[in-house]
Each structure stands twice: as C-alpha cells, then as structure tokens.
C-alpha cells in the first residue's frame, strides 16, 4: 500500500541534493534558486513502504533525499530478485523517464524512513532548460545506468548459483585483484541473487572442494580464473 506524507517546499536539503549525480556541481544557492522556479513535491515513507510499482507510468524524477531504497524485480517464475539498494542522494529509474514505456522497470520499497523528491517531467524539462550542466549530468547518468542495467541482465541470465557466483567474484576481482573483500553477508548475497541463503551456502562450498576459491569469513581469494571463466561458459 502507498503510503506518504507530504513535507513542506523548504525542507529540501540542498546540502544533500548538491551531492546527487544530477545535481552535482551546482553550488546550494544556485540549487535553492533552480528549485524555487519549479513545481515539486518531498515525501516521507516508513520501512517497506512500497514507493513504486514494477510497471507503474514514470512520469517524474525520483531523488532519495534521506534512507535507503531497495529495487526488486520479480522473475517469470514469481521469484523476487533484488536488483539493488539505492542510497541518499541517488536518483531513481533516470533511463526511464523518457522514451516510449515510460514505466517503472522494477518495484522501490523503503529500506527504513525515507524522504524522496518528486519532480514532474514538465518541471524537470524547465530544469534542464534552466541550468547545462544538469543536463549533462543527467544524459551521464543515464549512461552509467544502461552499463548496470546491461551488467545486471548478463548476471540474470546465468541459470545456476555457481555461475552467479563466479561472475559476481571475477567481477569484483577485475584482471589484476585475487582476493575480495566481501561488503554483503551470505544473507545479503542470497537475496541478490535470488535463492536461498543454504543454497548459495552449498554452491559456494562445492567452489571450494574443487579448488576454485579458498574462504575465511568475508574475504575470498580466486585461486583459478580460467575454470572460474569455463563455469561461465557452462563448463
């Protein structure tokens, strides 16, 4: 169920926003004055308030103002992957709020108290007709979002954990790193990948057995790329 609270215009915090791909750059007086000449709104919503729909119309920017954002995608099988969390100041689905399915690509719940500016696309055009350099921070932003969003479904279409897994590690490893510093815990990583927290478990051991990876809590050291390169390739 939706759920918002509608705050007053002033609460924007330009010292915040300042920071936020789009906005990044831009001094907080000059901030203030670009908000002041559009129309928007400044929501609160409380833990695991859904803040969007997969599917619903976008036809305004999303900015995380204050919290963290988690973005889910359920699978043709109506399993629930999760894509990301989205932390302040952050904006949200920028590569969408354009073109021809001007839809919501995945569902957005809060993470915990969260306050997200609402700008209307009309209002957004005016910005970017105000000020260059939000118009090029945004034609960035949605460069640097079809790169994940690209990397997200080429991680999606590996069919088993083991692969997921070798592709998450290789990556985290790039061509010179053997040993990563795990940031999630295995409860985290199950969530990402969308299976249970045993099975991730039991995938990852079967890595270790076979001499892949060696393990010590959350640091992992790829002992050999090219079988970790062949299970991508299915073998």
């Not at 670009?34 to 119309?57: C, T």
């Not at 109506?78 to 989205?86: A, F, L, N, R, V």
Request: with cysteine; net charge neutral; hydrophobic share 40%.
């Amino acid at each position: 169920m939706y759920h918002w609270l509608q705050i007053d215009i002033f609460m924007v915090q330009t010292d915040l926003i300042s920071q936020s791909p789009i906005f990044r750059g831009i001094l907080e007086e000059e901030l203030s004055n670009l908000f002041g000449q559009i129309h928007y709104q400044v929501k609160s919503y409380q833990k695991n308030d859904m803040i969007v729909a997969g599917g619903d119309i976008c036809d305004r920017l999303l900015i995380v103002q204050k919290g963290i954002v988690k973005a889910e995608m359920t699978d043709y099988s109506g399993k629930t992957i999760k894509i990301e969390d989205i932390e302040a100041p952050r904006p949200l689905a920028t590569a969408f709020l354009f073109g021809k399915e001007n839809r919501f690509p995945v569902t957005v719940s809060a993470n915990n108290q969260v306050e997200i500016i609402s700008i209307h696309k009309e209002e957004f055009v005016k910005m970017l007709q105000l000020n260059s350099l939000i118009l090029n921070n945004y034609l960035n932003a949605i460069s640097t979002r079809a790169q994940f969003l690209s990397e997200k479904l080429k991680f999606l279409s590996f069919k088993t954990i083991r692969q997921k897994m070798a592709h998450f590690l290789l990556e985290k490893a790039g061509d010179r790193l053997l040993t990563i510093e795990l940031q999630q815990s295995q409860e985290q990583l199950a969530e990402m990948f969308g299976v249970a927290r045993p099975s991730l478990a039991r995938a990852l051991g079967e890595m270790v057995q076979e001499g892949l990876i060696e393990t010590q809590r959350r640091s992992i050291r790829i002992l050999d790329k090219d079988r970790m390169n062949q299970l991508l390739k299915g073998g």
